[in-house]
């Protein structure tokens, strides 16, 4: 009976309300704000495979828009160059945003970048890029947005499924000897121009939805390698040594670009050959044979960019 009396009261609860009232109680039900949440995978080019490779205490920027990249969520400024810190809990990374996005009904796009910069005046589509004359210190800049066919993203969908993408291109060198009677000692490699040549930038900005960098006119050093202990060549190639660069806005011409070869003591200039370019996202495999007095080209293996298990960021090739 009382069950019974219950629903009597519930049913003319409901028939009772005017229609705005009904709505008005629904709505602040089904919008009431959530806070945005993240998770990354980083995509290599061309597979099928997403490959997580951030770990705890990485730090991305976040650019909370309206749909497109100069329409900042809300219009709220202070949602154009979130900090997004990795953290672990139950073993998986999840992020934390500084400030937190609130969400409400309407539909945002989040773009993504790799390293985080503070930025007074952020720009999401000149983000500094820098190569490091250490090779081993330069960033593996990275760029992305929501995964592909994921649900809208807004308070009732408050999580956003990011694929990140590698921005520069990265070279590879394996080496080897025909010559089995002579000790050959490898040290170190460099990559860079020609003298006076402007065909390889080590500065330039970034665009956070297309990954594309522009290059800073007349800022052109060259990027180097040193071993951690002397590679000694064999008649089989050595293992890669890897060298992260901006990818070349125009096809490389011999000779524009050359790589210089540190063997017992003596430099070895190899030329990077015509008709070269190097693409962000790819991995370009050179493997050459020093013959005692240059360096010769065995094949280029140009592949997807496939991320090393052991690094967090790809931080070190060595």
């Not at 309300?17 to 629904?26: A, E, P, T």
């Not at 720009?123 to 992305?144: C, L, R």
């Not at 080590?202 to 180097?224: F, H, L, N, V």
């Not at 003591?265 to 070269?276: E, S, V």
Request: a neutral charge.
């Amino acid at each position: 009976m009382k069950k019974l009396l219950l629903f009597m009261i519930l049913t003319a609860g409901i028939y009772s309300c005017s229609g705005d009232n009904c709505l008005i109680s629904i709505d602040s039900f089904e919008f009431k704000e959530k806070p945005l949440q993240i998770y990354t995978k980083v995509l290599t080019t061309k597979s099928p495979n997403l490959i997580q490779e951030f770990t705890n205490g990485a730090v991305i920027g976040l650019h909370v828009t309206s749909g497109n990249v100069g329409e900042v969520y809300r219009k709220n400024i202070d949602y154009k160059n979130i900090k997004s810190t990795a953290y672990l809990e139950n073993g998986k990374i999840c992020w934390k945003q500084e400030p937190d996005v609130s969400l409400n009904s309407e539909i945002t796009t989040v773009y993504a970048y790799y390293p985080y910069q503070p930025q007074t005046d952020f720009n999401a589509t000149h983000i500094p890029v820098k190569i490091s004359p250490d090779a081993t210190q330069t960033d593996d800049y990275m760029y992305g947005t929501q995964a592909t066919g994921q649900k809208s993203v807004n308070n009732m969908s408050p999580i956003a499924l990011l694929t990140m993408n590698h921005a520069l291109s990265l070279i590879s060198f394996e080496v080897k000897t025909d010559i089995k009677a002579d000790s050959f000692l490898l040290n170190g490699i460099q990559l860079g121009n020609k003298a006076g040549g402007n065909k390889l930038y080590s500065e330039g900005t970034m665009d956070i939805a297309s990954g594309t960098i522009t290059g800073s006119t007349g800022i052109c050093s060259p990027t180097k390698v040193t071993t951690e202990s002397p590679i000694e060549l064999t008649t089989t190639h050595c293992r890669p040594i890897q060298i992260m660069v901006i990818p070349t806005n125009n096809i490389i011409e011999e000779g524009d670009i050359e790589a210089l070869f540190f063997i017992n003591n003596k430099t070895y200039r190899y030329l990077i050959p015509t008709n070269t370019e190097w693409q962000k996202g790819y991995k370009y495999q050179y493997k050459l044979t020093f013959n005692g007095n240059s360096l010769l080209l065995d094949k280029i293996l140009i592949d997807n960019w496939i991320p090393k298990e052991e690094n967090n960021i790809s931080k070190n090739f060595m």
